[in-house]
């Protein structure tokens, strides 16, 4: 067989926010067509070697045991091989459709070939199956999207896939166009709230947060309205394909937190210093993290501004630097020993230097699964976050304020609902701020009859 599968593990597909990435089997169908495969396994990409194609023996334990793990990868590599035997054997006209849509590292082969029907089906030229073919116009819909918007966003769009897929295993029915109704969305909601498992490394986690679950609908509408437009499908009533989200529990840091992580002593924490350093700048530029640890002298202009592409949206922002981001900006490019730095690395780091700064007030925060209400109760400082720091900057703005379409300009938004989403005040917060609001207009001064208006 002249095409080939391999194991890869790309840094740049960093997925998870524990820094680790997917070993994926890379089909190698054609020179332009090498669609990959989901094993479900993730390491850090650091213990990946590229020669070998196989985890080393560096990796750390956490993870699991690499001799284990890469005989998994090796077990693996031969299904997908079988498979791609099995689809060429039933003379199945896409083999790459087929590939994507049935390979699973738990797939049985042997009970995949006695379905007549669907070899039956899948023989019939993408022609003719294409528009009615859910998976084949997912796959046509995320193909055209790649280039447009990020990867990140391209990650969303396979997670839908990767939902579906799981629940026409477990419901034992196709999913199709046809098919989606009100019967389809209450039993697929109810199918990622309950039973879905997701991947982890260790202990299996069963049903998604309402807020991923509204973003699977609200992804899946967006997806069939897009091919509705397109009159690939006929017209499909989605009412009742509500995206019921929730607000998202988040901190932000005000000024005088900052300032005490910046006034931190710590010239015997070297690496402590280099977090700070990087967290700092982001709390007073509100860069993701994707572009504020990517950040180098040459995107600094005049010494004044930052001009950086943003890697979600690829327009590019220009940020005036504040005395403080600058001169942490210049410390952290002068040091000769600068750490890499990584979102969880960054992550439990900020948390330390939080514990240090003595930001530590009791924080309660929870979410919906299903009918049942978690909540989470830890110090403020574990609540911090990298993206904390975005959050930080939107919200202080917004406070001190600078027009909401100004900051927008900064912080990359382009919509304001989206905006929105990043203030983060407190009920006390609020009542203090339209308390100065008052003082500043009137003084709150006691109600005369000259200032009640008269019916």
């Known amino acids: 067989m002249s095409q080939v599968i391999y194991p890869t593990c790309d840094k740049k597909r960093i997925r998870k926010v524990d820094g680790t990435s997917k070993v994926y089997l890379q089909y190698n169908y054609s020179s332009d067509i090498r669609p990959l495969l989901d094993t479900r396994i993730s390491i850090p990409p650091q213990h990946w070697d590229r020669a070998t194609r196989r985890i080393t023996n560096k990796l750390p334990t956490d993870f699991g045991s690499y001799k284990e793990l890469n005989k998994e990868v090796k077990r693996q590599e031969e299904l997908a091989l ?42 019939k030229s993408p022609g003719e199956r294409s528009n009615n073919d859910l998976f084949f116009q997912l796959e ?4 055209a999207k790649k280039g447009r918007v990020s990867d990140k966003t391209i990650n969303v769009f396979e997670q839908v896939g990767q939902h579906l897929r799981a629940f026409e295993k477990h419901s034992g029915s196709k999913v199709c166009f046809d098919g989606l109704d009100f019967n389809f969305y209450d039993a697929y909601t109810r199918f990622l709230t309950f039973e879905y498992v997701q991947e982890r490394r260790k202990t299996p986690v069963i049903g998604l947060k309402q807020n991923t679950i509204a973003k699977t609908i609200k992804q899946l509408r967006i997806f069939v ?5 397109r009159k690939i499908i006929a017209p499909i009533d989605l009412s009742d394909f509500k995206s019921q989200e929730e ?12 300032r005490r992580l910046y006034n931190l002593d710590l010239m015997n924490s070297p690496v402590l210093a280099q977090y700070r350093r990087i967290f700092i700048v982001a709390c007073l ?14 995107n600094i202009v005049g010494e004044k501004f930052i001009l950086k592409r943003q890697e ?6 220009m940020i005036p630097l504040r005395q403080e981001a600058r001169q942490m900006l210049l410390e952290y490019f002068d040091n000769k020993d600068v ?14 230097l939080g514990r240090m ?5 009791s924080i309660t925060f929870s979410y919906k699964k299903g009918a049942q209400t978690i909540k989470d109760i830890r110090a403020k400082c574990d609540w911090i976050s990298t993206h904390t720091a975005r959050r930080s900057f939107c919200t202080n703005e917004f406070l001190a304020g600078t027009p909401v379409k100004l900051i927008m300009k900064i912080s990359g938004h382009k919509k304001e609902k989206d905006f929105y989403k990043y203030i983060r005040i407190t009920e006390k917060e609020a009542a203090l701020i339209v308390e100065r609001i008052w003082m500043a207009r009137d003084g709150m001064q006691p109600l005369t009859p000259a200032l009640i208006v008269q019916k």
Not at 93 to 122: G, H, M, N, W
């Open 357 to 361: 700064a003595g930001i530590t007030e």
């Open 312 to 317: 979600k949206s690829d327009s590019p922002v």
């Open 339 to 352: 750490v890499h730095i990584t979102n969880p690395d960054l992550n439990a780091n900020v948390k330390v």
């Open 82 to 123: 079988d498979l791609v035997r099995l689809g060429t054997r039933m003379k199945v006209s896409d083999i790459v459709a087929f590939v994507r849509q049935f390979y699973s590292p738990q797939i049985d082969i042997t009970e995949l070939s006695t379905k007549k029907e669907l070899f039956e089906r899948l023989a």
């Open 247 to 258: 607000n998202t529990d988040a901190i932000y840091l005000n000024f005088d937190e900052i």
């Open 285 to 298: 530029t509100g860069l993701r993290f994707s572009d504020f640890s990517t950040i180098t002298p040459e």
């Open 140 to 143: 046509e819909y995320i193909k």
């Open 225 to 229: 309205k897009d091919r509705i437009k």
